[in-house]
């Protein structure tokens, strides 16, 4: 069935009790009580090429990013295993850098490969900036889904980044797609943009026809450019992540990095707005909850669902 979209004027002006009394019933509604955990490793981590204001790897800025390369398969390995073992249903391998460098290719494709048959989860990846070739040997070797934030609006985007662009990033979107992978994109609320910027991604992630998008709320690292900016009152990200709900009714919204500071004993609110999924076992540079704590409470969310 096809799905109109939702007038934003009028859902803009809603109260926020409504707006979240909209959004979870669309979310049962198109999504049922399913509640997705996935995990990532930082398979190679900092001295990235690209300036993203808010990014601790990136060599522009001085910060206490931890720096290795590419790991090795058994690390990867045990990683995947870790992660199925505490309820991910999906592992994705995030590298940094502005693209996976082609000497890396052949590695990351025997690991993937190794995923699949020795642990079995399925497998995801984020690997920067990629065309269709790379793209097809990866989906060849076994990952399903490619995760490619659009990280805010095509009109914001020059201001939290100069390196690359967004249309660059909208290219390996839709090469990803074109290879047949599944996409997971989304972005970070709280750099400084409008509530009109968050619409803005979040009407193009509906027009590209993404399934998987992950929220996070910046974590204002020392040494980025955005180590200063003020955090989001709790207010507005509850409204923002309703609004996604109800312009992707169909979407994986998966919050991530950030949830727990930005939102702190209000955590439960943002699946009460149309939230189905998280992100587990930490994340590239910061710690989160532990995985026994998440997994109890997609479990206390599905039962509050439910009733």
């Not at 490619?148 to 390996?172: G, M």
Request: neutral net charge.
């Amino acid at each position: 069935m096809h799905l109109q979209p939702p007038d934003i004027t009028e859902l803009q002006a809603l109260p926020l009790a409504e707006l979240m009394r909209q959004a979870l019933a669309t979310k049962l509604a198109q999504r049922g009580t399913s509640f997705s955990l996935c995990s990532i490793i930082n398979a190679k981590s900092g001295t990235c090429s690209e300036d993203c204001h808010f990014c601790a790897q990136s060599a522009h800025y001085q910060t206490e990013a931890p720096v290795y390369p590419l790991l090795g398969k058994a690390q990867i390995l045990s990683a995947a295993r870790e992660a199925q073992k505490i309820g991910a249903s999906r592992f994705s391998l995030v590298t940094s850098g502005r693209g996976l460098a082609s000497a890396d290719l052949p590695q990351v494709l025997e690991i993937i490969r190794a995923i699949r048959t020795e642990v079995g989860i399925k497998v995801c990846a984020s690997l920067g900036i990629l065309g269709a070739a790379e793209l097809g040997q990866l989906k060849e070797a076994g990952v399903s889904r490619y995760h490619h934030n659009l990280e805010t609006s095509r009109e914001f985007f020059p201001r939290i980044c100069t390196s690359h662009s967004f249309v660059d990033r909208v290219a390996t979107i839709k090469a990803a797609q074109g290879v047949g992978l599944s996409v997971c994109s989304g972005g970070i609320f709280g750099l400084g943009e409008s509530e009109t910027d968050r619409l803005s991604m979040a009407m193009s992630l509906a027009e590209y026809g993404i399934d998987s998008v992950p929220i996070n709320v910046l974590i204002p690292l020392p040494g980025t450019p955005c180590a200063s900016l003020a955090p989001l009152p709790i207010t507005e990200i509850l409204r923002s992540i309703a609004l996604y709900r109800l312009i992707l009714p169909r979407a994986a919204i998966r919050l991530a990095a950030g949830r727990e500071s930005a939102l702190a004993d209000f955590l439960s609110s943002a699946f009460m707005a149309g939230a189905d999924g998280m992100m587990i076992g930490g994340y590239l540079t910061q710690r989160g909850r532990s995985p026994e704590a998440d997994r109890k409470f997609s479990e206390d969310i599905r039962q509050l669902w439910s009733i």
